[in-house]
């Protein structure tokens, strides 16, 4: 019998063992042509339906556990595939292959007097390590793009999808075969071991180059905390839409219904909506009747409440919370200024809109508000990398570190310099 | 009378509070004009020509200081200022006013089928922490690069030169007020407690974005090891210069001398020279008696020395050894395959030359090497920001994220997406 000493030795001497297995894995990847990348993800895509009747028996077992659990409804909806969602997670692999390929790009090119010439090129970031929760297609996608950006992917799921998870990696896997590329690329954590994580998050010795976490908040806290290596994240979406005063009612309507309700659980929904002052009288009404009528409640300041008895007295936690509902807090701002200062104040740094026909308005707007993606006089829910035309994201980053705003393909590298001579030394 | 854990208190209340004013003054300054930048750096650079004789006597005094405590030659020589060092100071500080401003860069922009205009345009970091030793220079250096780039600079100077670089520092201080712009956004850590350190690789409770230490080894390596925040650094540059099958002798020679000899303290001299069995026959003797001759010590693997008995046979610790000074470690390879397997084996990702005449295997060695800075027949001391055409640079980043290789004023930003609407809400 093993002590729990024991097991946290083996434990450990596992995950190091596949760091090292990826970061051996990276080496090739990082090298392997366009060509050879893409037959790997179509092959792969063609293994995932093949494998369809396997993998959705996975899953019927992973949810059956889950129930027996008492795992809540919309968890179990995020863990259920079905045969169109695993269709769908397919197309989604082979989409990638059709991306540009972000390797190798030449980002800048130029030719000092002396006659060097210089080309600052992209490279892969090295080993990619995914920590995700119930969501199986994460599994495909995140290995996906890194395989496109030439990165290894070390993913870590959910225990709740193991079973789903892991059929999902071996037809990753068999993809890389298919191309003769080193299966190792994409490694799944093989234990539900919790301890896997915290390992993950020291870096293991050396072998992860950066984290991203996919899921919930206290994930996302966790993982910012621990992480001793660096993590494309964002821990909540407090997105702002400014009313400014020179905004039409009629787009104010519009983009304040589509920003906080389209879907009220993504990372940019509206969180609070900030109406100036000059405009309170005839804007604040119509978009308090429009929210309220689509099932909107309101918390707003003093002044929101008196004008509309359906609203409820907003408290200072209601600035700083992410609803992620049928939810908006609403306060009047005097000018720009003081939306801006709200914002700083009290935002996460994602995605904020102003509405406004000043153009001078929304360059100050999108110039002075610190924040991944800005917008003016369109919705927040744009914030998503499909939206940008990356394809596909492996999430949204609120850091200012090398990703922000949606992380694609082209994200997931780094770059080197390639200096070309003829002989020349330095003086 | 203070107990020791009141000082530490003390300490550390003083640090949060520089760091919260530093993050202030970035707010401000981040959304600076160019012109109040640029009126900044010349007033700076003037004031520290007008307090010349100041910040001499105090150099005079920390020199005075060192020499009692029995600091050594060629650090005592790194502390001291002249007028003709002082005036260069100055002159590099009004240089940085002539760079372009890296804020505000549109770095990409696209227009998505919906009419939506995208931006993605350079913001800058935030505030900068810098811990040196005894160089005075890099006050004002670091200080006016930061300064250019938008971003709040947090100097920790060594406590040898701490009366110098206060003076440094107070004249780029009023260079901020001369242009309306705010002091805090240049701040010297006013202790030479050495918690302090400690503290600002903590990253003062989120106000510090990133670390630069400019130092030796030993200091680079503890900012690495505990820095909570990310770190643009080179621990080391093990810098290889691969002579190929198809090298041409004359440039060989010629390129090795200038990579070892040039400098032999500056990181991008060369430390080990890889020679193809190829050419060992004909190019291994003219570079060691080239070398030889110039006063270069060689380290040998056993074909080395048995080729000339003026060669010490290499240890396996020679490999991994950053001489920084006129020694050599030298090796036969056999081929490209083994000469890119001992750099990435013993390297330091830093720089890496190979000398030929066969375009096809310089491609490959410039793909496959894994190092920020890779050359073509030329030498491996062209790793500096200025031979880039960078300007100047705050340090040689060798970690893949973020920056990498010389980082300039554009490399201490980062961007955001402004997304231009006319009322597009999200289907």
Known sequence: MHSVTQDNDNLQM???????????????????????????????????????????????????DAEIKGVKGSFLDRLKLDAARLDAIAKAVA????????????????????????????????????????????TADAAA????????????????????????????????????LPEDAIQLVPTRERDAVGLMLSGLEGAIDV???????????????EARVPVFAHLEGICHVYIHAKADLAMAVSIVLNAKLRRTGVCGSAETLLIDKAVAKTHLQPLLDALID????????????????????????????????AIL???????????????????????????????GAAEAFLTRVDSAIVLHNASTQFADGGEFGFGAEIGIATGRMHARGPVG??????FKYR????????P
């Open 14 to 64: 596992l995950m190091v063992k596949i760091g090292r297995r990826a970061r051996a894995a990276a080496r090739v990847l990082g090298n392997a042509s366009t060509e050879q990348k893409n037959q790997a993800l179509l092959a792969a895509a063609d293994v995932l339906r093949q494998r369809a009747s396997d993998i959705l028996a996975a899953n019927a077992l992973d949810r059956a």
């Open 95 to 138: 989409d990638i292959a059709a991306l540009n390929d972000p390797v190798g790009r030449v980002l800048a090119e130029w030719t000092q007097p002396n006659g060097l010439r210089f080309e600052r090129v992209a490279t892969p970031l090295g080993v990619i390590g995914v920590i995700f929760e119930s969501r199986p297609n994460v």
């Open 145 to 180: 793009l890194c395989l496109k950006s030439g990165n290894a992917a070390l993913l870590r799921s959910g225990s709740e999808s193991f079973r789903t998870s892991s059929l999902i990696a071996d037809a990753m896997r068999a993809g890389l075969r298919a191309a003769g």
């Open 211 to 225: 984290i991203v976490p996919r899921g919930g908040k206290s994930l996302v806290a966790r993982v910012q905390n």
């Open 294 to 325: 689509k099932g909107c409640a309101i918390r707003g300041d003093a002044t929101v409440q008196a004008a509309d008895p359906r609203v409820t007295l907003a408290t200072e936690e209601d600035w700083r919370t992410e609803y992620l509902d």
């Open 329 to 359: 807090a609403v306060k009047i701002v005097d000018g720009l200024d003081a939306a801006i200062d709200h914002i700083e104040t009290y935002g996460s740094h994602h995605t904020e809109a102003i509405i406004t026909e000043d153009n």
């Open 409 to 414: 393909v082209d994200q997931l590298t780094s």
């Open 419 to 426: 200096v070309h001579g003829s002989g020349q030394t330095r």
